[in-house]
């Protein structure tokens, strides 16, 4: 999601300047190189963030004969950073002249390069492996990096290191070694936590989430989330940060789903897919998905424009058919469905939510058997609910006491004579269901006014000077003259 969000908040003014020429991609990454070193030198952390985004609108152009005169420009020729980064990047003669001719006119590197440039050359070359598929040295060269960034405490760093820690987890997650980085994490994320590194903890953060929920170790990451340090007020502010509050919210909302907290998943699935932006559409998809299965678990029917949105139709067609099955309490059709998108439920890992969706099932077209007759045999409820077990009868007795005492259905059961009796439906404006419908539309409203408040807020008295000491002494002083001059008119009063 991290890439897509940030390919779509690009600079306008150096797209508009690209070549397909390498000596010009050449310059555009030089043009970064100082871009970095100004805001290193200024502290100024939002030039770094553009050229962070300046590269990944270059990212597809990224040779290896152009990283490898890039590393030349940017390191000193024979530095052990140089040497270690070059051998990740295969020599190609056939560009040499070319390059050549793009560096002439240059001026020479830095004698001692910052370690922002340095951090920025581990961190293009990371892209360039994972973009070549080269894994096993992606891994090496991110455990390179992680290694120099423990040496750093500087805060124009802090952005440079999030986008490697990103590539570091990613390396790792393509060869399916997630979990010997674990532990790195951890201490990193304690690192970040003491260096008051807000973007540094929500990046790690949302790593350890996705690390601990990749070998479903849901209880783990609930106790980490729980105890670790949020910046959700900040989150509506920086756009870095809110992009990883959307990526924590949907990694929350897996947790609460698969705790049972359907309501709460709920809410912050669908606020995961609001805050997401535009770009990011398999992010979004992803928390349509899981927000259906959710919605579906809570007896709930998601409209037919949730399947019906622009880009997402074919990734959503499994779930609409499971909603069609749901929604008709059809057993048989339920299990055809899930039979044949079961590869699909297995790589959105969703086949045991679908698991549970079967007492759903079973419950709606209970419901609408209920609704149909007045007064059925238990015989042609377990016909009509389609039930496979050794004993249809005993178990629609069972089923059928059960929607009863939950009060799904309005009904009586007559054991003696095996018969189902429906109670007359009354006018349901005489019930508290609208009452219930309008205070949920209304808490939904006010939570929504609340995050665009707090949005707007700035911290309190930011637009004052700090009280000085002479002052403060001055302001204590003449309170207690005051006090002492009270205490002495009430003693005459006396």
């Keep these: 999601m991290t890439q897509d969000v940030e390919m779509k908040e690009q ?15 050449l310059q555009h990454f030089k043009d970064i190189a100082a871009l970095i070193e100004m805001g290193a030198y200024t502290r ?39 040497s270690r980064l070059s051998s990740y990047v295969p020599s190609e003669e056939e560009h040499d002249m070319e390059v050549d001719s793009a560096t002439s006119g240059t001026q ?32 090496a060269c991110s455990s390179a ?39 790195n994490l951890l201490a990193l994320h304690r690192t970040a936590t003491l260096r008051h590194d807000e973007l540094g903890q929500e990046t790690l953060l949302n790593l350890l989430l996705r690390n601990y929920l990749h070998y479903n170790l849901y209880d783990q990451a609930e106790k980490l989330r729980s105890k670790a340090p949020r910046f959700e007020a900040h989150s509506n502010q920086q ?23 359907y309501t709460d ?38 409209e037919r424009t949730v399947f019906m949105q622009k880009g997402m139709e074919k990734a959503l067609r499994p779930y609409f058919e499971l909603t069609n099955a749901v929604r008709i309490g059809d057993l048989e059709l339920f299990k055809a469905v899930a039979e044949k998108f079961a590869s699909t439920f297995s790589s959105d890992r969703t086949n045991n939510l679908i698991v549970r969706l079967r007492h759903n099932v079973i419950r709606t077209g209970l419901r ?34 059960k929607a009863i005492r939950d009060g799904a259905i309005d009904a009586t059961l007559d054991h003696a004579k095996g018969w189902m009796v429906s109670k007359e439906t009354g006018d349901i404006y005489s019930t508290n ?31 004052k000077e700090k009280e000085s000491a002479e002052k403060r002494r001055e302001r204590q002083q003449q309170e207690q003259e005051l006090a002492k001059h009270i205490a002495e008119e009430d003693d005459d009063e006396f």
């Design 368 to 401: 609408n058997i209920s609704i149909s007759y007045s007064r059925i045999s238990l015989a042609d409820v377990a016909k009509k609910l389609r039930l496979d077990s050794p004993n249809p009868i005993a178990d629609a007795e069972s089923i059928v006491s």
């Design 239 to 261: 756009a870095n940060l809110k992009t990883l509050f959307c990526r924590y919210l949907f990694y929350l909302g897996k947790i609460r789903t698969i705790q049972l907290e």
């Design 11 to 25: 600079q306008p003014a150096p797209s508009s300047s690209l070549s397909s020429t390498s000596p010009s991609i």
């Design 145 to 183: 990096g992680i290694a120099r960034i423990r040496n750093l405490n500087r805060r124009t760093v802090d952005v440079l290191a999030s986008r490697l820690y990103f590539y570091y987890s990613l390396s790792y997650e393509l060869t399916e070694d997630l979990a010997e980085i674990r532990g």
């Design 44 to 82: 100024e952390v939002r030039r770094i963030v553009r050229a962070i985004r300046w590269t990944i609108q270059l990212r597809k152009k990224l040779k290896a004969s152009l990283l490898s005169a890039f590393l030349n420009f940017a390191l000193l020729p024979g530095s052990e950073v140089h």
């Design 433 to 463: 269901e609208p009452q219930i419908a309008f205070n949920s539309r209304i808490a939904f409203c006010l939570n929504m006014h609340n995050e665009a408040v707090r949005a707007l807020r700035f911290p309190p008295n930011s637009h």
């Design 265 to 302: 998943a709920k809410e912050s699935l669908l606020q995961a897919a609001r805050k997401a932006p535009v770009s990011a559409l398999g992010f979004r998809v992803l928390c349509n998905k899981w927000a259906v299965i959710v919605r579906l678990l809570l007896g709930e029917i998601p």
């Design 108 to 139: 020479a590197p830095a004698k001692h390069p910052l370690p922002e440039l340095e951090i920025y050359c581990y961190l293009l070359v990371l892209i360039f492996l994972i973009d070549q598929k080269r894994y096993s040295e992606a891994k």
